[in-house]
């Protein structure tokens, strides 16, 4: 019997989850399930709480449809070695990833779009140098949003745009999701 897959949404300190919102409306007919590395609250950029569902480790890679790593500031995240076999994982089984803002800047600097075309925030004169390194790997485009193969990355600013694609890059039709002209 083969289990219905799941949209999978990343969470840490600090994300930024209206930058998914839409997204997550878009993608309601679906599963939905929030992940993290620790079983705690979590409080998001503007401040409201969260309870995650799952911690990373309890779910099958292979059950990802749609894994979605929000902006905010992930530096704690960027080279973590749980969420680098996570999504190697997810990847290889044919899930889209998708990261928008701060969610790209996890997926540059775990290596997953070196040599990629990408967007996101290369041009924070904030970042370590280390991230700033990382960046200079992709094939970077100041586009609001890019898909490359099945990455999908965004800018912040771009989240509408982000959330008409993913429902086309997980095989959505135009009549199951509502869709603003843009």
């Given at each position: 019997m083969h289990k219905e897959q799941k949209i999978v949404v990343f969470y840490?300190?600090?994300f930024a989850e209206f930058e998914i919102s839409?997204?997550?409306?878009?993608?309601?007919?679906y599963e939905i399930i929030s992940v993290a590395?620790?079983?705690?609250?979590?409080?998001?950029?503007?401040?409201?709480?969260f309870i995650v569902d799952f911690l990373l480790d309890e779910i099958d890679p292979s059950d990802?449809?749609?894994f979605i790593i929000p902006g905010g500031n992930p530096m704690h995240y960027l080279e973590n070695p749980n969420l680098f076999n996570f999504i190697s994982k997810a990847s290889l089984n044919g899930a889209v990833i998708a990261g928008i803002c701060g969610g790209v800047d996890i997926l540059v600097s775990l290596g997953f779009l070196e040599g990629k075309s990408c967007t996101g925030n290369a041009l924070d004169p904030t970042h370590p140098q280390s991230l700033k390194d990382s960046?200079?790997?992709t094939n970077y485009s100041n586009q609001g949003v890019?898909?490359?193969?099945?990455?999908?990355?965004a800018q912040g600013k771009a989240f509408i745009e982000f959330a008409s694609v993913l429902p086309k890059q997980i095989g959505?039709?135009?009549?199951?999701?509502?869709?603003?002209?843009?």
């Open positions: 840490y300190e600090g839409l997204a997550l409306l878009y993608l309601s007919k590395l620790e079983k705690k609250e979590y409080k998001s950029l503007s401040g409201q709480r990802v449809k749609l960046y200079a790997q890019v898909v490359y193969d099945n990455f999908v990355t959505m039709k135009k009549d199951e999701y509502f869709e603003f002209d843009l």
